[in-house]
């Protein structure tokens, strides 16, 4: 038997929400909380009770719901330290390679400060399983908000590390306007412009493209990719830095229309 069960639905107007349920102890985290309503409809749907949120970062977008949350279920909220006073009602404040016990499975922190100062992934070693919120889209990443483009690189760097098969649930389906942007800068991979015609189905049919792979990542998003000989010969920057090139690409995206 798995040892998680994963529901995942819309909020807002382009966020996601995901419940992670463990199967043998009953608890339950709410991955952010966005907003309750579509929160509450899951957990009628799945018969899941609330105990935990894991909040990865301060934007509104994902801590939105936690104390109407708390109130009602009172959860613990497990947060990221370098933006604690941040985070309505958190509980734990936790940060790099520290982890927690989830009903016998462990929980690892990856701090990936770029899109916040703080920001932080829930990693879930044993099941393969990664929460990169606003930090690791598909064919994306988050914007640079709080941190400059080197930072970002590093802590994208510390994703990609991650074993190829591990699953990635993500904060938005931003995924068609990614891969639109990603093919500007890397027209040449013949896997991405697959992909453009895989994500385009899997949204006609009303479907989410999440979760993603660190392995298709690797082989598809720009961000994780500025090494890559043929972007960097169409970006014309062949002798720069990583991060010069990766910092080119996000500034390009910010411009795209
Ligand atoms: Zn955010
Ligand atoms: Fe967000």
């Known amino acids: ?85 941040a985070i309505p009602g958190i509980d734990l404040a936790i940060g790099d390679g520290e982890t927690f016990d989830f009903g016998g499975e462990t929980v690892r922190i990856i701090e990936t400060p770029g899109h916040t100062a703080g920001h932080i992934c829930f990693h879930l070693p044993d099941s393969k399983v990664l929460f990169a919120a606003d930090t690791l889209f598909a064919m994306g990443c988050g914007r640079l908000f709080e941190r400059p483009a080197a930072d970002m690189w590093h802590s994208l760097q510390k994703l990609a590390a991650l074993p190829d098969e591990t699953a990635v649930y993500f904060g938005h389906e931003y995924t068609l306007a990614n891969a639109r942007f990603a093919l500007t800068v890397d027209p040449d991979n013949a896997r991405l412009k697959a992909r453009m015609e895989e994500v385009m189905y899997t949204l006609s049919k009303g479907r989410f493209t999440a979760p993603t792979s660190i392995g298709l990542e690797k082989e598809t998003n720009p961000y994780l990719r500025a090494a890559d000989p043929s972007i960097r010969r169409h970006l014309l920057m062949e002798s720069r830095t990583n991060e010069e090139v990766f910092a080119e690409i996000r500034k390009r995206k910010d411009n795209f229309k």
Not at 52 to 64: L, R, S
């Open 1 to 85: 038997m798995q040892a998680f069960s994963i529901e995942i639905f819309p909020c807002r107007s382009d966020n996601y929400g995901v419940l992670l349920h463990h199967n043998e102890s009953g608890l339950t985290a709410s991955i952010d909380a966005p907003e309750e309503g579509p929160i509450l409809e899951a957990l009628a749907r799945t018969g899941w009770t609330l105990t935990h949120i894991f909040t990865t970062h301060h934007h509104n977008d994902h801590v939105a719901a936690n104390l109407a949350l708390k109130e009602r279920f009172g959860v613990t909220i497990i947060g990221p330290r370098n933006e604690a006073t």
